[in-house]
Structures are given as C-alpha cells and as structure tokens.
C-alpha cells in the first residue's frame, strides 16, 4: 500500500478487500489480508473476523479440496492474548487441517508463553480440530499432553477437554464404547465432577450401539441423589429415542416408566430447569403416538405449547407415519394420492422439505404393502383419513377442538394435539 493512502484509510481499504475476496469464494486471500491488517497493529473488526469464521466452516463443510494455506493463518493474531489464540484456534476447527492448528499454536508457544500447550480451552479446540479431520490419534496425543501436565490439586480444571475426546471417539470409532467409559473414569480421578454432559455422551454411545439395557441403567445411575447432575433436554431425547428403538426392533425388558419419564420431563419443564426442544418434542411425540398412548402424547404436544416451541416438518412426519402404522392397511395410486393431499393440506403447502417427508412417508406406507393384500384403501385408514378431514380440514364440519388464537399461533401443534384427541376416542379403535 503506497505512502500516498491515508493512515486514517489503510485500514479501511484492508477490511474491503479482505471482504472482496470472501464475496468471490477466495477464502486464503481474504485470512492474507487480514494478516496484513493484524500485522500492521489495526484491530481488525468483529463483522470481518465473523465473515471468516463463517468462510472457513463453510469450506470445511463442504469439503472443499482447496486448502488454507499455512502461511497466510499462522500470524493472523499478533496479539499476546490466550483468547485470541482460542477465537483463532475455533475459526480454524472445520477447515479440517489441524497442521495449520499445530503451527497457530507452536507460534503463539515460541513467541509468548509455550503454557497454551496445556491449557483446556487451547486442547479442546485441538481435539475438535483433529475430530473434524477425522484424526483420532491426534485427539489423544492432545489429550495425554494435557493429562501429563494437569495443574496442582488448588487450580481448577475445565472438563471441555474430556468431553471433546468423549465426542470425537464416539464419532470416529462409534463401536469402542469402552473407551468413553475409560475416559470418564479419568474425568474422576483428575477431580473433575461428572457432569450431565458426560453422562448424555455415554447414552448417546450405548444408544449407537444398541445396548439399550446400558442407556436405562445409566439412566438409573444418573438418578441417583448422590450425584449433583441431572438430566437435560437431550438426555430425555436420548431415552425416548431408545423406547422407541427399544419397542420396534428385537425387544428388551425396560426397567424404566416411560410414563414416569413424561412426567418428569413435563415437571422439569414447568420448575425451568430444563428448557425442552424441538428434537425432544418430537421423540418423545413419536414414541408415545406409536404406542397407542394418545393421552401422553397429547401431554407432550401442550409441553411444546407452554413452551413456545414451533414445530418443524418432522413434527407431522412422525406423528402421522406411526399414527398410519397402527392401521392395518395397503394402498393403491389414488389412495396415495389421497393421503399426499391431506398432507399437504395439514402442512399448508409443500415446501421442499416438507416435500421430501411426504414422499418418505408414502414410501413407508406403500413399503407395508405385500401381493396378497387388496389393492384399496382399508377401513381403519380409511378412517383415520377421514378423523383428519372431518374434524380439521372441511368447513362443513364439527368445529375443531383448538381454539382461534391457538390455531393462528401455533396451527401445526393445534392441529396435532386435536387428532390426537381424537385418536385417543376408544370408538375409533386407534387406541
């Protein structure tokens, strides 16, 4: 940049072209341009360091082969700041190059203090650097450098770096659950208290692998009083998820009350410990629909109402696709055609991904479907079809069980919790 640009627009200048080269997919210009700007001593701004964040996810994401070049990301921070490295060290998780990591980290070690080797927020984003890459060996030489130097028994340690590991070796080697078991045991001996976190790692393997006896006994164990945590939102999406694997593939005995666990859930709810979700709506919806036990689903549909959750398309995937299971039925063209109509009229129009769970839908529906079977709608869908028409779709009819202003703020959920009113009627047979 000449002499003749003004000090006071050097910096300026920088930020748009560094901006320029994000518009144009020219991600390694753009981290060279704001290397310049860091080394000439200008605060580059949060929007600028934002938009490269961004970027590099986005390359990561997509699997990009152009890599980041290594020169134009190791002194993109001039500061002496740890936090700096960190915010650096994040940027840079998804781009899957933890080589560019390790030499962000050895400068900032040879330049400022070799200490950010061995602090937890530093080897957390090493590990997840690694994860993304795919690297697990990297992961625990991180990890064991950290164990190797852990601080004296005053100082606290952060348990970010045990739950990254538990992650990454779920992730990379999905069988080995012995190997999140090895890990939390060290999380205790290092004085690190068990989190729900750690717990919810756990589940979530022994979920993966199908030991579902495993994900209720934990579950016992994490209700035990001698342990500070307690379950989380994703901690009940992981049981409902396992009594619904649990019931419709090879059957284990369950220890646990799937209706207890509602209420608990609901009670939690309510005293704002926990703050229900969507994924945890829907799973526990799914289950309970399947089941036949329409008054708990119910009472899952008016949790997501209180809370103000929106409901997404799998939301009526789910409920319809084991609302439809229950019926013992085969379809013909214009039966599916029927079906994909009161969809469609329920979501209020096909967006595309609205689209893609129709069509999955119809898929499992006709999948059911062998040679023997009569090709023709049965009774009880036939009912079903018309529960959904009658009482929601067609202006001649009964009005609907949702009041206005619940229609109008939430018509999906209203909806759903109407049909399933419906459904829980024992002269309908659903039940």
């Known amino acids: 940049m000449g002499p003749h640009v003004s000090p006071l627009l050097r910096p300026r200048i920088l930020v748009a072209a560094s901006h320029s080269f994000l518009r144009h997919s020219n991600t390694n210009g753009a981290l060279a341009v704001y290397k310049l700007l860091a080394s000439m001593r200008y605060a580059p701004p949060v929007t600028l360091t934002a938009a490269i964040n961004r970027a590099v996810k986005e390359q990561g994401g997509t699997k990009s082969t152009k890599p980041i070049s290594p020169d134009t990301s190791v002194v993109l921070f001039e500061s002496r700041d740890i936090y700096s490295l960190i915010f650096l060290l994040s940027t840079l998780e998804k781009s899957r190059q933890p080589d560019v990591m390790e030499d962000v980290v050895q400068d900032y070690a040879k330049r400022v203090?070799?200490?950010?080797?061995?602090?937890?927020?530093?080897?957390?984003?090493?590990?997840?650097?690694?994860?993304?890459?795919?690297?697990?060996?990297?992961?625990?030489?991180?990890?064991?450098?950290?164990?190797?130097?852990?601080?004296?028994?005053?100082?606290?340690?952060?348990?970010?770096?045990?739950?990254?590991?538990?992650?990454?070796?779920?992730?990379?080697?999905?069988?080995?659950?012995?190997?999140?078991?090895?890990?939390?045991?060290?999380?205790?001996e290092d004085g690190i208290p068990f989190i729900t976190a750690a717990y919810n790692e756990l589940l979530s393997s022994e979920l993966q692998n199908r030991n579902f006896m495993r994900v209720f006994n934990l579950y016992s164990v994490l209700q035990d009083s001698s342990i500070t945590?307690?379950?989380?939102?994703?901690?009940?999406?992981?049981?409902?998820?396992?009594?619904?694997?649990?019931?419709?593939?090879?059957?284990?005995?369950?220890?646990?009350?799937?209706?207890?666990?509602?209420?608990?859930?609901?009670?939690?709810s309510k005293s704002d410990?926990?703050?229900?979700?969507?994924?945890?709506?829907n799973t526990a919806l799914r289950y309970f629909v399947y089941k036949g036990d329409f008054q708990s689903a119910m009472s899952v549909v008016e949790t997501a109402l209180s809370a103000g959750i929106a409901p997404n398309s799998l939301t009526i995937r789910w409920t319809l696709e084991q609302l439809l299971k229950r019926?013992?039925?085969?379809?013909?063209?214009?039966?599916?055609?029927?079906?994909?109509?009161?969809?469609?009229?329920?979501?209020?129009?096909?967006?595309?991904?609205?689209?893609?769970?129709?069509?999955?839908?119809?898929?499992?529906?006709?999948?059911?479907?062998?040679?023997?079977?009569?090709?023709?709608?049965?009774?009880?869908?036939?009912?079903?079809l018309q529960v959904i028409h009658t009482h929601f779709l067609s202006n001649r009819s009964a009005k609907p069980f949702a009041s206005k202003e619940e229609l109008r703020n939430t018509p999906v959920l209203s909806r759903i919790r109407d049909i399933l009113s419906v459904c829980a009627n024992p002269l309908l047979g659903l039940g």
């Open 113 to 188: 203090s070799s200490s950010c080797l061995t602090d937890s927020s530093v080897v957390a984003a090493m590990i997840r650097g690694y994860s993304a890459a795919k690297q697990l060996d990297g992961c625990y030489a991180w990890f064991h450098r950290l164990r190797s130097n852990l601080p004296g028994q005053n100082r606290f340690i952060r348990a970010a770096p045990y739950l990254c590991l538990m992650a990454a070796s779920r992730k990379l080697d999905p069988t080995n659950t012995k190997a999140l078991y090895r890990i939390s045991r060290m999380m205790q």
């Open 229 to 268: 945590a307690r379950p989380d939102a994703y901690t009940f999406s992981l049981l409902f998820d396992a009594f619904w694997k649990n019931d419709t593939g090879p059957k284990h005995e369950c220890p646990l009350n799937p209706s207890f666990l509602l209420d608990q859930m609901i009670n939690a």
């Open 273 to 281: 410990p926990i703050h229900p979700t969507i994924f945890n709506i």
């Open 327 to 384: 019926c013992q039925r085969a379809f013909d063209p214009s039966a599916s055609l029927e079906l994909e109509n009161t969809v469609k009229i329920l979501l209020g129009g096909l967006t595309r991904d609205h689209y893609a769970h129709t069509v999955h839908l119809l898929d499992v529906v006709r999948s059911t479907k062998t040679s023997n079977e009569s090709l023709k709608l049965t009774r009880s869908v036939q009912d079903a």
